[in-house]
T-cell receptor, first 114, second 116 residues
Framework: DSGVTQTPKHLITATGQRVTLRCSPRSGDLSVYWYQQSLDQGLQFLIQYYNGEERAKGNILERFSAQQFPDLHSELNLSSLELGDSALYFC?????????????FGPGTRLTVL | DQQVKQNSPSLSVQEGRISILNCDYTNSMFDYFLWYKKYPAEGPTFLISISSIKDKNEDGRFTVFLNKSAKHLSLHIVPSQPGDSAVYFCAARGASGGTSYGKLTFGQGTILTVHP
């Protein structure tokens, strides 16, 4: 158990819909990262927040957005969903903003778009 | 544009033998390379890393080798154990001065199966 929690574990929805994925970082961690893992793909970095502010952006679609709240939990919002958005979405957290090996990953949310 | 590639989707090894997982990269603007291990229904777990200024780092049964001229790194597991069966991802961190500073770029993963 990494200490990072993600809800829900599974999500099934239809094209065109909007969903929100939630992440609670480890206690004391200020940085939250979101990754997407599609079939046959490695983890793709989406976005990072540090203490409530956006710190870095990866290949995140305009239909996707995220935020980190004052209690440091983060939400990833996916809208106008397409079949290709079906993937595993991981959240990771770390104490400082530039950590690499100190990123602790949650168990992921599996999104299925029908 | 896949900057970090793991060309072997899977690897099967006998218990006690050496497992060698390979990773190639195309971007010279990486300062750290990492290996993560992932079991089903869990998130990736950090395994071992190596700085771009080194060519070898060892931690118990795990050794990572970096060949900068070939833009290649490998993870050696000796001896392999059935509990090592998992998906292994290599990742590279963007160096300062580049547009990807601090970001991790992951390979597609290699499924390692260690047979008893």
């Amino acid at each position: 158990d990494s200490g990072v929690t993600q809800t829900p574990k599974h999500l099934i929805t239809a094209t065109g819909q909007r969903v929100t994925l939630r992440c609670s970082p480890r206690s004391g961690d200020l940085s939250v990262y979101w990754y997407q893992q599609s079939l046959d793909q490695g983890l793709q970095f989406l976005i990072q927040y540090y203490n409530g502010e956006e710190r870095a952006k990866g290949n995140i679609l305009e239909r996707f957005s995220a935020q980190q709240f004052p209690d440091l939990h983060s939400e990833l919002n996916l809208s106008s969903l397409e079949l290709g958005d079906s993937a595993l979405y991981f959240c990771a957290s770390s104490v400082v903003w530039s950590s690499y090996n100190e990123q602790f990953f949650g168990p992921g949310t599996r999104l299925t778009v029908l | 544009d896949q900057q970090v590639k793991q060309n072997s989707p899977s690897l099967s090894v006998q218990e006690g033998r050496i497992s060698i997982l390979n990773c190639d990269y195309t971007n010279s603007m990486f300062d750290y390379f990492l290996w993560y291990k992932k079991y089903p229904a869990e998130g990736p777990t950090f395994l071992i890393s190596i700085s771009s200024i080194k060519d070898k780092n060892e931690d118990g049964r795990f050794t990572v080798f970096l060949n900068k001229s070939a833009k290649h790194l490998s993870l050696h597991i000796v001896p392999s154990q059935p509990g090592d069966s998992a998906v292994y991802f290599c990742a590279a961190r963007g160096a300062s001065g580049g547009t990807s500073y601090g970001k991790l770029t992951f390979g597609q993963g290699t499924i390692l199966t260690v047979h008893p």
